[in-house]
């Protein structure tokens, strides 16, 4: 009853978040110098026809009467109509989402499957070679700009190996799954089409592991922190004493107790993944939510920009409440008062 409470009462206070990102959002973007009209009508529009589709957009009413009738609309389900696109915002949202959110999980099970056991062995081999080489390799991670280790890597693998593809989310010449999800890799893998699959999963590789690498780096150095605190634990020389292996005594009993922070720098940055991923689609033509953003930005499309703020937030507030219910899952000494 307890959790349903907490829930209840997170969902709530996620409406003024929201309310206050909508505000920010909306009057930042709308101070911007430019004209969307004009850049909507071309660059050979007469003044009239400017005019005219400025009224239509509602761009010569006061601001704050623009932002009433943006959150009317917000709130009946409509979020605008792209003036980049010339079709509604929410079509342009469901074919550009799926990519990024399927790029971004598999950038974060990278991050998981390597950053935290990276981080266990670093703190388990404390001041040793293999903790020197974590500790440095990690370093490198979070200090690398994403574009230049893309470039690197398409340089190495695309051009000169010729190994991997270098864009796109497919091989040319296949045609897209079934749309069931937007997700290439799933909609594949439920259709049951495994060429498709395959070619889904190697498009994947190079951008997942441009964005993957600060996210190890990060998640290397928090677990290392944390596991060496929890190392001193009592019960983890008691563990060893009873004839506990390392590997039982590190992820059975330390890692547990040491996820905590883990979990809350998961959450973090994976909603960081989800709206930086700006550069990394943008090397490898990734057709995601970030170069949708970085188009709707160029060309002043304020209604485009407002749903893709709302989405990371509402995505990175509900990705965080999900982190929070599962502290009580690792602990049960936890409640939610």
Same mark, same amino acid.
């Given at each position: 009853m307890d959790a349903l409470r907490y829930i209840i009462k997170r969902l709530l206070l996620m409406f003024p978040i929201l309310f206050g990102i909508t505000v920010l959002t909306f009057f930042i973007s709308n101070t911007i110098p430019g004209d969307p009209a004009r850049l909507a009508a071309g660059p050979h529009a007469d003044a009239k026809v400017i005019e005219e589709l400025r009224e239509t957009m509602g761009l010569n009413k006061p601001l704050y009467v623009q932002y009433g009738t943006y959150m009317n609309n917000l709130v009946h389900g409509d979020f605008g109509f792209s003036n980049f696109s010339h079709q509604p915002v929410i079509e342009d949202i469901k074919a550009y989402f799926p990519a990024t959110l399927?790029?971004?999980?598999?950038?974060m099970f990278i991050t998981i499957l390597i950053g935290i056991p990276f981080g266990v062995i670093s703190a388990n081999k404390k001041d040793k070679i293999a903790d020197q080489f974590t500790r440095v390799m990690s370093l490198m991670g979070v200090a690398m700009p994403a574009f230049w280790l893309g470039i690197l890597l398409l340089l190495f693998f695309y051009l000169q190996l010729g190994i991997l593809p270098g864009s796109g989310r497919l091989d040319t010449g296949?045609? %897209?799954p079934v749309t069931i999800t937007g997700m290439y890799t799933l909609d594949a893998l439920l259709s049951g089409n495994w060429t498709v699959f395959q070619s889904a999963i190697i498009h994947l590789i190079l951008p997942a592991i441009t964005q993957a690498a600060v996210t190890i780096g990060m998640i290397t150095r928090m677990t290392r922190s944390s596991m060496l605190e929890v190392l001193k634990s009592d019960y983890v020389r008691t563990a060893y004493a009873k004839g506990g292996t390392d590997t039982r005594v590190l992820y059975g009993h330390a890692l547990r107790n040491g996820m905590m922070p883990i979990l809350t720098l998961l959450g973090m940055t994976f909603g960081h993944s989800l709206g930086g991923s700006v550069l990394v689609e943008s090397v490898f033509s990734w057709p995601g939510l970030g170069k949708y953003a970085v188009n709707a930005i160029t060309y002043l499309d304020f209604p485009a920009v407002m749903a893709v703020t709302m989405l990371i937030a509402i995505l990175f507030i509900t990705v965080n409440l999900i982190i929070? =219910?599962?502290?009580?899952? =690792?602990? %049960?000494?936890?409640?939610?008062?």
């Open positions: 399927e790029l971004t999980l598999f950038s296949l045609s %897209p929070d =219910i599962l502290y009580q899952v =690792i602990d %049960p000494r936890l409640n939610y008062d």
